[in-house]
């Protein structure tokens, strides 16, 4: 698996605006991204920047978020 980052430009309160996310394909990580936003829904996902960051060398096998940036308001 590849450790990917994934970020977007709409700022706001009660959102995230971006998550390292571990996984296979840069799909597995919009799903992800999506199956825990909150306050910037699930489209800014769709056209959210992914970029590989790098290998994961880790033993876990499913895709997971590995740290997520909130801005709470």
Known sequence: MKI???????WGYDCYSGHIIV???ENEVRE?????SAGEG?????????MIEGDYTGN???PFK????FNAG
Do not use: G, M, P, Q
Request: glycine content about 0%; proline content about 0%.
């Open 4 to 10: 990917f980052s994934i970020t977007h430009n709409r």
């Open 23 to 25: 996984a296979n394909n």
């Open 32 to 36: 992800l991204a999506k199956k825990v």
């Open 42 to 50: 699930n489209d800014i996902w769709d056209v959210a920047t992914v």
């Open 60 to 62: 876990k096998t499913e």
């Open 66 to 69: 590995l740290l997520s940036d």
